[in-house]
């Protein structure tokens, strides 16, 4: 069978066919030429036959053969013209010149013009038969070298796109440790050309001090599961490559390397050529683990150690002062009124005022210590290798003054003082835990002193702490034991002479400790959320007495309740005091809110929203503590606000040091706005004749009376005595 499977390409491309083998005779000797195809067409070929010269070409030109026999001297065009034709077109159809001229000069002739073969006529029939089915052969096997040519050639193109186009660098060295391959990957990551790297030793691009770790996954010989896997390497990059940024750089690679043998498949019998290693970058998997790290161990604010780190130092240093009989000491630091400024400025403020006061603390550091931020507002130094308390009293002296410089955030002076709690190992503790607790403890004994100071902690310390555990117990039974007093404090009209108002301030009356100051338990009431109810409780009180001196028709007062901002949060806020009045039959107008500046400036929208309800019903509002908060002038304006109390604290300086300048202003201010005016504590004569000459409206204070009881309040009213009367003249 002739027909066989053939590899054909056309335009270029590999198809494979089954085909007889086509055979063009070419002669323009009818006989000759028939009885050429009939053998042909006998023996299995498929035979077609050009009766001259053109017509060979025009028959070429539109199909294909797989071999010509072609006759010389035909009468139209000479046969080398048909070969010229051939070659000129390009075809590889092999062509047997079948001729009666076998001179040299014509067999070379043809040869030249293409001809695969030269027959002389006249021939023998098997003779031509084996001509034709030799160069059909040829041909064939030549069709299929070139086809497993391409298909290497197109394979290997492909291997190369893969391995060169690969994320990781990917190369091969020779049995010395020089590369014998690197891919593309190489430039970007490395910063070298491939030629570059030819031939260089592996330690061309090992980090100096990986070099140890390197020679044996460079020179692995190793193959299968023992060979090298994911080995952490660091590379170096191309030094005086400015251009593609790859100065200087470290690249952290993970690498995986195997042996090289002749045959992979028997290394022992095989010699061994050098080593293939795959190296996959991993800097930024690196990256995101050292930061997840960073993140784990510091603060992000202010990039300081956290309280995990902190621990850890703390028990270094423990280990450490055990082996050598050291002291240290623990410093926990609190910003006083931190709350305020987050509250009253925004989180944005606090942060910055947060790293200024980082940056000073820092400043105060010595080689070796420890600053930490153990959340919010809370900071911890750890201070090594104490020599005594006083170094600890240096230091803390050092913060208080480092702090004591106004700081400028976002156009406005901010102060900030810390409260400082110590304890000292062994002393005071010998885990971290103990350290850091007592500490504690002392810290909250510095906020109780008035904050802004430095307390070491001692045992004695223990006690107190679990008083304020007890007290908060006893707080939470105080309402349903009825053991809230109000007291009320006379606010005298300073041109008249007449109590015009009452401030109530509430005491605790405990059954074991007695009398207890709202200075001691309100903050205690708000941290807990206890003083929404006390709020509550205070409004019905307040309601309940003005009904009691209405009833017994004593000259009309207002009563003043100090407000604090859990209870303005309420939801029925506004309600709740409408009702309560409502409920007293009493007018609104009896009845005046207190509430400070840091109050409003906590959210401004909704409680601008809750004063004016209740200014649009008459109820009276008062800024409390005024001078004292973080707040703009502006809600002066903006807020339906009927009073201003000058703190006590402005009132206190006309004494102390003459200072009258703040108290001037804010009465001049309040003046222009049409605003009511008290000056709380007033304490002397010498104060009272300054606020009489500058025209304040009204006056409360021990200079006129402490908080009284109902009871006494209710008496200075029936008798109408009027406290001021006594100064009346001075
Ligand atoms: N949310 C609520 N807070 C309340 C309530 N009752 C009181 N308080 C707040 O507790 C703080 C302490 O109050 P108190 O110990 O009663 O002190 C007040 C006065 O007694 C004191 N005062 C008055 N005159 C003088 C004086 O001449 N000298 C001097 N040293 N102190 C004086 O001042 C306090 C009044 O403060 P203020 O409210 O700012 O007008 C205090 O902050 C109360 O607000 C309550 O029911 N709810």
Sequence with gaps: MLAELKKRIIDGQVHEVFSVPRILVVDDEPLLRDSLRDILLQNGYEASAARNGRDALVQIARQHFDAILLDLFMPDIHGTEVLDFIAKRGLDTPVIVVSGDDSVDSVINALRGGAQDFLRKPY??????????????????????????????????????????????????????????????????????????????????????????????????????????????????????????????????????????????????????????????????????????????????????????????????????????EMFAVMCLDMDHFKVVNDTLGHVVGDELLLAVTARLHGCLREGDTLARMGGDEFCLLLPQISGIEVVGSIAEKVTVALSKPFHIDHRELFATVSIGVSLYPADGETGDSLIKHADIALYHAKTCGRDNCQLFHMGMNVPLSNRLSLENDLRHALERNQLVAYYQPQVDLKRGHIVGFECLIRWQHPVRGLISPAEFIPLAEETGMITAIGKWMLDTACQQLKVWKTRELPPVRLAINISPRQMEQPDFVEHILNALHQHGLDQGMLEVEITENLIMKDVERTVEKLKQLSASGIKIAIDDFGTGYSSLNYLKKFPIHTIKIDQSFIADIERDGDTSIVTAIIAMAKGLHLNLIAEGVETENQLAFLRRMECDEIQGYLLSEPLTAQAATTMLIENITPLAMFAGR
């Design 124 to 325: 023998q029939p098997d003779e031509m038969l084996k001509r034709v089915g030799n160069v059909i052969q040829r041909r064939r096997l030549e069709l299929e070298n070139r086809s497993v040519l391409q298909q290497m050639e197109q394979s290997e193109k492909w291997h190369r796109f893969l391995v060169n186009s690969s994320p990781d660098f990917i190369y091969t060295l020779d049995c010395e440790g020089r590369f014998t391959f690197v891919n593309d990957r190489v430039e970007s990551l490395l910063g070298y050309k491939h030629d570059e790297l030819l031939g260089q030793h592996y330690t061309a691009v090992v980090f100096d001090d990986d070099f140890n770790q390197a020679q044996y996954v460079f020179n692995e010989r190793r193959t299968g599961k023992r060979a090298s896997r994911y080995v952490e390497l660091r590379l170096k990059c191309k030094e005086c490559s400015r251009s593609n940024g790859a100065e200087g750089r470290i690249l952290v690679v993970e690498l995986n390397a195997i042996g090289m043998y002749e045959q992979p498949d028997n290394k022992f019998a095989s010699r061994y050529l050098g080593t293939y290693g795959v190296a996959k970058d991993i800097s930024e998997r690196k990256k995101a683990e050292e930061t997840i790290h960073y993140q784990a161990y510091h603060d992000l604010l202010t990039g300081l150690p956290n309280r995990v780190l902190f621990k850890d130092r703390l028990n270094l240093a423990i280990a450490q002062a055990r082996r050598s009989s």
